[in-house]
């Protein structure tokens, strides 16, 4: 029952041919998603809530670093998972490829702690973090295979368990403990009950979950995936850049007050990518079959979708950002609500860029993915420091905005042109 692809099962924009709805399919999943991420963020608020801002420093390094480890876990895969329409991999093999590349994260990112100037807390706070990401990780390619099946309710049950879990295993052993490192740890060992106990028991019903860790299909997708993974880990570093001259330059608790008032905007991106995810496959099919006018129609609605996102949540920032935080976060946090605006055309600009690596992984337009993000990373690289000599924290979110939109444009000028004069559909080996 190894299903590879979905072909022949799309029928249209709200239904499949076997009675599921799309519709109700995306609800789930977006629900599921949101709350799930909702969850994550309540870390940062009970980490502030129980401890300080130096342990909200530390757990906010934490993300910020494995961010960048965990796209090498996921290695682009689900991306081009959910659009392989022709079937070319199977499930066990793209099963197969997460075990490698979640053992390959977590070797570089211990590597990475090993020869940074972190301190012993750090280091241990970002291991186990990583140890979390890593179950989120297979969960991921499980999440992929109920994708292409269609079966979003099951993501949605899943997301929804787990979001509960950690939120309030979190909460429960952060008080009795103390030890922000040892939390973690405990609500990795029950996220990881939870993926079993559904994802995988729940996807082995409709499809084979079984690993092929040797066959050698791994290495021609992961190969085909390495521009993909570049992209992640480069996007990643665009913020971790600005972030860690933050901190360098202003302390552990300057970084720790950003990421507190960042953590609530991260919603915006979750619900704009929870939109687009389920219809990347379309993209493909259109691609495929060159039909530009329904391409370029369905990425017109996206881009319309998050313009009215980002008019909708700067509007609500500007009345409610200030009172929502101190309801949020506390008091305290008052004065500091000006990095508020700033941040959000950050996440509606790093909404875009997921919008369109969508786009350009489901027309294998894998390499000219990787050459914008690398403009993007070279804009952070070279402006960062000046950014946060002269703007402090709101530098961090000028320097993304800055990288994003050059990457942005690149982008979207890349994506015009090969759908407008590719004439036919390319395999992602002519590509590559």
Request: charged fraction near 15%.
């Amino acid at each position: 029952m190894d299903r590879g692809g979905f072909e022949g099962r799309v029928v249209d924009m709200g239904r499949v041919d076997d009675g599921l709805d799309i519709g109700k399919g995306v609800l789930w999943n977006t629900f599921g998603t949101i709350y799930y991420y909702f969850c994550q963020w309540l870390l940062t608020i009970i980490v502030v809530r129980l401890t300080d801002y130096s342990q909200a420093g530390y757990l906010s390094l934490a993300m910020t670093v494995t961010s960048s480890f965990y796209a090498i876990a996921q290695f682009g895969v689900r991306q081009y998972q959910v659009s392989d329409v022709d079937g070319k991999y199977s499930d066990s093999i793209y099963i197969g490829g997460r075990y490698i590349t979640i053992a390959a994260s977590f070797i570089a990112c211990a590597s990475y702690a090993a020869i940074c100037n972190y301190d012993a807390t750090q280091s241990l706070c970002i291991m186990a973090y990583m140890i979390l990401k890593g179950i989120e990780a297979y969960a991921d390619v499980i999440q992929g295979i109920d994708q292409k099946m269609w079966r979003f309710d099951v993501i949605g049950i899943s997301f929804f368990v787990r979001g509960t879990i950690v939120a309030a295993g979190f909460w429960i052993f952060l008080y009795v403990t103390g030890n922000i490192i040892l939390s973690l740890l405990c609500i990795s060992v029950l996220s990881l009950a939870a993926v079993l106990l559904i994802d995988v028991k729940i996807t082995r019903k409709i499809a084979c979950v079984k690993c092929a860790i040797r066959d050698r299909a791994i290495i021609a997708l992961l190969k085909e995936c390495v521009p993909i993974v570049g992209y992640n880990f480069l996007l990643n570093f665009v913020t971790l850049i600005p972030r860690n001259v933050l901190q360098d330059e202003r302390g552990i608790d300057m970084l720790g007050i950003y990421g507190s008032v960042a953590s609530p905007a991260v919603v915006i991106q979750l619900f704009a990518s929870v939109i687009f995810n389920p219809f990347m496959p379309f993209f493909a099919e259109y691609y495929k079959g060159n039909k530009r006018k329904k391409f370029f129609a369905l990425m017109f609605q996206f881009v319309a979708m998050l313009a009215l996102i980002a008019v909708i949540s700067v509007i609500a920032a500007m009345i409610f950002g200030k009172w929502a935080l101190m309801a949020i976060i506390g008091n305290k946090i008052e004065e500091y609500a000006y990095l508020l605006i700033p941040i959000i055309f950050c996440t509606v600009i790093t909404a875009a860029i997921w919008l369109f690596a969508g786009i350009m992984v489901a027309i294998r337009m894998t390499l000219a993915l990787l050459a914008t993000t690398v403009a993007g990373f070279l804009v952070s690289v070279m402006i960062s420091g000046r950014m946060v000599d002269a703007y402090g924290m709101n530098g961090v979110s000028y320097t993304v905005i800055a990288s994003g939109a050059v990457q942005l444009a690149l982008m979207l000028a890349a994506c015009v042109l090969d759908v407008c004069f590719a004439g036919k559909y390319k395999s992602n080996k002519e590509r590559m």
